[in-house]
Structures are given as C-alpha cells and as structure tokens.
C-alpha cells in the first residue's frame, strides 16, 4: 500500500496502514461517485447532495470525534488524507466535509449540551441532517469582531436579528450555526433550526469559482430560540475562531489534493503530447514547472503531515495551521496555474479538472482567513506585534 | 455458514514494472501491492451471502506471501468487513498452483469451511488454478467462472459464465470451492470504522514451508519488443485471395 499521489520523498514511510487505507476509501468514493458527476454540477451551480448518506455511511464526518458521537477516532491524518482525496475530486466537495465536521459538528461537540450533542451529532454524522456556519456578514469578512448579529435575551428565549453572507450550505442545512453578539457585546453562538420563524435564506448566484458547492445568504428576523438552542460552553471570538482552526486544518490538506491533481494531469499529458517531433515533457521550459509542483507539493505534503502529528499531540498552535493554509493553498493555486499551461487550448477544457480547480482555489484562497490575514498571524506570532489594525 | 476467500496481493496495475537482476521476478521493492481484482468482487459476495444468511456465519480471508507485500490485503478484507483473518506466510517465490493449493490446503484443512471463494485468476500470473486444486484437495465439490451464487439448504447453485454469451447453472452440496467472476456485483469500499475496527479483529499467521520441489520454475522474463512488420501479399488475384484465407484461417485464426 502506498500514499496515492506523486510521493517523491517517500511520504508513505510516514503515514500508517490505517492511513492509507482510509484514503484509498475515499479516493475510490471520490472516483467512482464523484468524479462521473462534478461537471453536471459545477456547470449547474450546485452540489449533489444524494452523496451525503454515502459520505456518512463511510464514515467521512467528523470523523476524529470519539465513536460515541458519530466520528471513528482516526489520527488527523488520516483525516487530512480524506480532505486530500476530496479535493483532489473538487473542492465544493472538500468544503461540504470541512463545513459540517470542523464548522458543524466540532462546536456542537465541544461547546454544546448533551441534549444538543445528542440531537445533532448522530445526524449530522450519518450524512442524513446538514450543517452550516454563519460568521461572516456582507460588511464584515476579516474582521469578524465587527458583526452586526445581535441576539437579545428574553425570559427564557433569545431574539435574533441580522444576516449572514457567504454560507456554505446555508439554504440547505438542517441546523445553522450561528454567531451573534449579546447585548453585553459578548458573541455567543446558537443553533438554529430550519424553518424556525424569521429564518430565512436566499442563493448567491453567479459565483465563478466554487461552483459546485451551495452559498447562501441567512436572515434572522426576530427569531427566536429558547436558551437550549446557544452553545453554553463558549463565549467570545475564540468560539468562532476555534472552529475555523479545525476547517484551516482540512483546508490544509485539500488544497494538496487539488495540486496533486492538476500535477498528475499536467505530467501524463506532457509526457504525451508532442511538438517539434518530442514530448513536451522533454523541454527544459516544461520540466521547469513541473519540477516547480512536485516540490512545492512534497514540502506541503511534509508540512501537512507534520500538523497532523502536532494536532494529535495537542501541540498544534493556531499559528502554525495558518502557515499550512496559507502556503498549502498558494502553491495549490500556482500548481493549477502551471499545469494549465502545459495542457495549451486544451487546459482550458473542462475535459480536464486543472481550470476547474484554477477557479476553485480562488475561493480556497479567500475563506477561512484570507491569504494575508494569515500572513499576519504568523507575523503577529513572530515579531510580537499585531499588524491587524 | 463458514466462508473463506482466498485473496491475492498483486502488483497494481499503475506500478513501474521493472525486471530484477536475476531476470526471472519483477523488483518488489518499487511496485505497489494491492488486492487481486476478482478476489474483491468474491470477499463482496461472501460478505453479500452472510449478510443476507444474517444467521452468524463467518467470513475469514486467506492470503499466502511474503510479510511485507501481503498482509496488507488482509486488512483491507478485514476493513470490508471479514470477521477474521488466516495468513499463511511464505516467503518462497514459488509459483507452481498445485504446490501452492497444497499449502493452503494443509492448513485450512482443520478449519472445515462450507465455502471456499477464490478469484477467478490472479491478475498477475493468471493460472486460475488454486480455486480449483484446493477443492479437489480437500474433497470439495468445484464450480469456476461463477457469476451469480444462491444458497439453498445444504447446496449452492452457481450461475457460470460460459463462453460466447452462454450460461450455465450448477447446484453444488457444501463443502464448495467456487471461482468468483469480476464484476458480479459492487464491492464495498472499507468504512472508516471497518478499517479502525480491523485492528480489534483476529489474525492469524501461519508459517507455511512448501512441501514439495516446485512443479514450474521461470527462466527468463522479458519485456516483450514491441515489433510492426507489415505483409505485403502479392500476385494473381486467385493467388492473393487463397493466401489471404490461409492467414485468416491458419494463422490468425479469426475464421474457421
Ligand atoms: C464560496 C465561499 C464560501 C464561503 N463560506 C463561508 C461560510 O460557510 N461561513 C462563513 O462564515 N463565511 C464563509 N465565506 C466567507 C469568507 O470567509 C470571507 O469571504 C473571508 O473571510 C474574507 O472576507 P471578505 O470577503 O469580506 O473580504 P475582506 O475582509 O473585505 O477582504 C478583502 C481584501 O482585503 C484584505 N484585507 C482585509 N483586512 C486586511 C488587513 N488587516 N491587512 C491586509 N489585508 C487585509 C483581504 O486579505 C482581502 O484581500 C465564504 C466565502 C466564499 C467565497
């Protein structure tokens, strides 16, 4: 058994059976359920939901949680090998996945009650209830700590109001996570339930990128939820931004998927088409960028392993999984740029993922922490100063 | 019900295949192994045939081979769902089917299966045999080729694939060896908690030492030259038609 994908530095020597046959489960998912279908989709703009329960049944939602909640206590490796082959197929599928175990069921379980837990997490698991995560609103992006949601105590309910923009999933799922501030400016999270009155939604249509996935806006007209519906075991940003860490995790691992993706297209096709009486390949100019991805790849995979291990030994620091989005997704990005290169007119197809993922990755790049706010974390990390404001 | 499937570890079709320096074995070391493909789709139907049975029976995967290349298959059966595992460790490069059948029989002997599936053929060396050899071995009633089984009481009836689009239909009384067809059915991919679970299941390793001296012995293996030659057949037309006919028939065989 070997890791599958270009593994020039043996990165298979690092990784368990276990390991590698769960990606080889997900990969097979991926090429046998996924790939067959993921044009009809992105072109339509949606995603195929109907592979949810597959996904569950496998096993691929939350899947580090303890057996009791759903997950199958694998290593975070393992894990991140699953968001590898996701995104290897597209990243709507990947972000699907990341969205409700990271965004989803990890608050659920970390800060809920056993009621809620006990509510959701099987659900959720089994692929049969979909989750959201509203953080970001239309004014606030980056900047999150200006949120105008506003969640107002009465008696034993709480009124929300504001709205939500950019949710993954929003219009579908069964449960919104959403965040608010208190009237004391305290953000608290609450679990909101399709069809409770005032909650509402509406698509975000002609998106270019990340097509293949459902992004919704969210409105809370006076809605109201009874107290069980906050999460009580967080209050304040960290919330929000603990759960984010989880999703940047998975994010980190996707966007080699996706590199991996676009090299492997990008090197059988050079070896194969020819000009000027040689394979592409044979040129110096083409083996320059293929050189260029596969070592951009080995030290994201090397890098991704080595989160995996910190996350499991509880030594992983935020800091360090902004490091992993941020380069693992710019290099994805340039690997997709590249190999669309080597492809010529035909790069441009979709007969091939590379342009797919090229669009993909622009939206990889922005969520979850764009590429500079994570520049200034890891610059916050190692100069001792914030250079947020 | 007690079910064995034999599976195989073979090179996957993607791995580099380069010859050794004793020219008569490929270099393991480079290629990646995975499970016989007919081999997957006779583990589904035993898994299919003790779900359905749902009266406890048992399926236990069998592989013989060295530590390193195969075991592995056995954790991906054990994945799937297989309730234990035999693994009968062999590190000889012995390939005869009969030497091999007998050291799979000697040592599932005891274990007095019901069933036994096997692939049809190794992907690799395609002898097709060991399903086969076994049954005979220890006194089973034999079928190849199936593609379609049905358990009844005390038998199995074994839809066979024949050649030219024809079938056949064997009723065979238990013990039975049968050789699986690919594509008979879907076989499942492991479930996160199949494969977290295997770790809990048991297996057995077995060492196993051939017998006898080997049956069949490689002498050379070479990558076949990839040659065109074209022929030019030339003359009178009476003359080129009757030529013509003597390949199609003789040497081509695509008419009789
Ligand atoms: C398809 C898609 C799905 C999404 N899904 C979700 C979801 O499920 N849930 C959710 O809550 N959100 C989601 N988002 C929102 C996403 O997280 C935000 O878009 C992201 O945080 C960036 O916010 P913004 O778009 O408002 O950009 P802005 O914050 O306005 O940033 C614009 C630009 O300014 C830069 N910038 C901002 N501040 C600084 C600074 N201090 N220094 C330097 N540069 C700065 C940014 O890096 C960026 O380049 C999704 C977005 C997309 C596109």
Not at chain 1, 40 to 54: A, D, R, V
Not at chain 1, 287 to 305: D, G, N, P, V
Request: net charge negative.
């Amino acid at each position: 058994m070997k890791y599958i994908g270009p593994d020039f530095c043996n990165i298979t020597s690092l990784l368990t059976d276990e390991e590698l046959l769960i990606q080889k489960t997900a990969n097979q998912f991926v090429q046998q359920e996924f790939n067959p279908i993921v044009n009809e989709y992105y072109e339509k703009g949606s995603f195929p939901l109907e592979l949810l329960p597959k996904m569950g049944e496998l096993g691929f939602f939350g899947a580090t949680l303890p057996k009791e909640f759903g997950g199958s206590e694998i290593s975070s490796t393992a894990y991140g090998l699953i968001m590898h082959e996701l995104e290897k197929g597209d990243s709507g599928l990947r972000s699907l996945c990341s969205v409700q175990g990271g965004l989803v069921m990890y608050p659920i379980y970390k800060y809920g009650t056993d009621e809620q837990k006990k509510k959701w997490l099987p659900q959720l698991s089994a692929g049969t209830a979909i989750g959201c995560f509203g953080l970001t609103e239309s004014n606030h992006g980056s900047d999150p700590s200006g949120m105008l949601t506003r969640a107002k105590r009465d008696g034993d309910d709480w009124i929300i109001n504001g709205s939500k923009m950019w949710i993954t999933n929003g219009s579908v799922a069964d449960v919104a996570v959403v965040w608010a501030r208190d009237e004391e400016g305290i953000v608290r999270g609450f679990l909101i339930e399709k069809g409770t009155k005032g909650f509402t939604s509406s698509d975000i249509h002609g998106k270019m990128s990340l097509r293949a996935s459902i992004t919704s806006e969210l409105f809370m007209k006076d809605v109201r939820v009874p107290d069980s519906s906050r999460l009580p075991g967080i209050k304040g940003l960290k919330g929000p931004l603990s759960c984010l860490t989880q999703a940047r995790y998975s994010i980190a691992w996707g966007a080699i998927g996706a590199a991996v993706d676009c090299y492997e297209v990008a090197l059988n096709y050079s070896k194969e088409r020819k000009q000027f009486s040689k394979p592409i390949a044979a040129f110096q100019l083409t083996q320059q960028k293929l050189a260029h991805m596969i070592q951009e790849i080995t030290k994201a995979q090397l890098l991704a392993i080595q989160l995996g291990n910190l996350k499991d030994n509880n030594q992983l620091d935020f800091s360090h999984i902004s490091l992993g989005k941020k380069n693992n997704v710019a290099i994805a990005r340039d690997c997709a740029k590249l190999a669309r290169e080597i492809l010529g007119a035909n790069g441009i197809m979709d007969d091939y993922s590379i342009m797919r993922h090229m669009m993909n990755l622009e939206t990889v790049y922005t969520y979850e922490g764009t590429n500079e706010i994570h520049t200034l974390i890891i610059g916050q990390k190692i100069t001792g100063e914030s250079a947020f404001e | 019900m007690k079910i064995a499937v034999l599976t195989k570890a073979i090179p996957s079709y993607e791995s580099s295949i380069r010859i050794d320096s004793s020219s008569t074995w490929i270099d393991e070391s480079v290629v990646n192994f995975v499970v016989n493909e007919s081999d997957s789709y006779a583990l589904e139907e035993a898994l299919q045939i003790k779900e359905k049975l749902d009266n406890g029976s048992e399926v236990v995967v069998v592989t013989m081979g060295s530590q390193d290349n195969t075991s592995k298959v056995l954790k991906d059966g054990l994945a799937k769902g297989a309730d234990r595992a035999i693994f009968i460790q062999n590190e000889d490069s012995n390939t005869d089917p009969l030497s091999i059948a007998k050291l799979f029989s000697q040592n599932l002997k005891d274990e007095n299966f019901d069933l036994v599936f096997s692939g049809l053929q190794s992907d690799d060396l395609g002898s097709g045999q060991t399903g086969v050899l076994i049954g005979e071995l220890l006194g089973m009633s034999t079928a190849t080729l199936g593609i379609e089984t049905d358990i009844q009481d005390g038998k199995i009836k074994i839809k066979r694939e024949l050649e030219s689009g024809w079938f056949q239909w064997v009723t065979l009384p238990f013990p039975a060896s049968v050789s699986i067809q690919s594509g008979i059915n879907e076989p499942r991919y492991p479930s996160l908690k199949g494969i977290m679970g295997a770790k809990r299941k048991e297996s057995k390793v077995i060492d196993g030492q051939l017998s006898d001296d080997p049956k069949q012995n490689f002498i050379n293996l070479f990558v076949p030259k990839t040659e065109k030659a074209t022929e030019k057949i030339e003359g009178d037309v009476d003359g080129i038609v009757a030529k013509l006919m003597d390949i199609l028939k003789n040497k081509l065989r695509v008419i009789s």
